[in-house]
């Protein structure tokens, strides 16, 4: 009998701290740094519908991703700034469902932007090769964004003549947007998904078809995922027509039918409307009396509104 009630005191002496011990399932979550704003929002939607499961956000460079999983071989999902980083991780094993049809949520797409008033008049990509422009670029082994200025200058026969013009190689996207911000820098490339931050304080320059580079971001879960039932059923929710809503407000590209090259650049005007409305609704935080409407801005009425208000408050 001692015996019995002995056990038995055990068992719930185990059970009740399983239960204290018990908590939300905790995601890891590897993602590329220009994602932030969107997952973020992703991250709050999610946790508020399933309370048992939090989201945790590893976001870096996409270049450093690869060493970081294959020394830690931990994560359960990953999306990068670029597929080459995927296919990189499914060549090592670390992914094996992603299917290159059906995982890409949302696209990147390029656009130039310099410090507010566009003090050296940039209007094209030929304009990064004059003399004493003070160039921001990416570094290509920290962040997709550098791969992407080097094949914009080679391809529009400059790469020579802007490397005289560097002035800053960034390790991650946010420096680029920071730089142009504080006027350390004339020009750069950036995703129009940071060029959206920062709309009070710079200038938004198109790029033309040819040179505007179109960024696959793909989602995926990871082999060693702790919970993968729930993983999956995140990367659904996200490839979901409401997930790639949130996407489009924080200035992605989410047409699934955007013509391309071979080399990813843009073949048509798909996504003009989108880069107009960016540009209006950096107008819009600037100016007051411009109208910022679903007519203007499109879905970046929110963020317009939210620098609106940021920039009332003197922050």
């Not at 048992?52 to 991703?65: A, I, L, M, T």
């Not at 080679?154 to 013009?165: C, D, L, P, S, Y």
Request: proline letters at 5%.
């Amino acid at each position: 009998m001692f015996i019995k009630k002995a056990l038995l005191l055990v068992l719930m002496v185990i059970g009740l701290t399983d239960a204290a011990n018990a908590g939300p399932k905790e995601m890891l979550f590897h993602a590329g740094v220009g994602q932030r704003s969107s997952l973020n929002e992703i991250k709050q939607i999610w946790e508020k519908r399933y309370p048992d499961q939090q989201v945790n956000f590893s976001y870096k460079g996409s270049g450093y991703f690869i060493a970081d999983i294959t020394r830690s071989r931990q994560g359960d999902l990953f999306m990068p700034g670029e597929e080459f980083y995927m296919l990189q991780a499914q060549e090592r094993g670390f992914v094996d469902t992603y299917n290159p049809k059906t995982d890409i949520p949302a696209y990147f797409v390029t656009v130039i932007i310099t410090p507010k008033g566009n003090p050296k008049n940039i209007t094209k990509i030929e304009d990064f090769a004059k003399p004493g422009i003070r160039i921001g670029m990416g570094n290509p082994k920290s962040c997709a964004i550098g791969i992407w200025h080097k094949k914009t200058f080679e391809k529009a026969g400059i790469w020579e003549a802007v490397q005289k013009n560097i002035v800053l190689s960034a390790k991650c996207i946010p420096e680029l947007g920071n730089a142009a911000q504080h006027k350390a820098i004339d020009a750069t490339i950036v995703w129009s998904t940071t060029a959206v931050l920062y709309l009070r304080d710079v200038e938004i320059v198109p790029i033309e078809h040819k040179y505007r580079g179109i960024i696959r971001l793909p989602v995926a879960t990871l082999n060693f995922s702790r919970y993968k039932k729930e993983a999956e059923n995140l990367k659904a929710f996200i490839l979901t027509e409401e997930g790639r809503q949130i996407f489009h407000k924080h200035a992605y590209a989410i047409d699934p039918n955007i013509p391309v090259d071979s080399q990813s650049f843009c073949l048509d005007g798909t996504t003009d409307q989108d880069i107009d409305y960016l540009v209006n609704a950096a107008r819009a935080v600037k100016d007051k009396t411009f109208p910022a409407t679903r007519e203007t801005v499109g879905d970046l009425i929110g963020e317009v509104e939210r620098q609106r208000k940021t920039l009332r408050s003197g922050s």
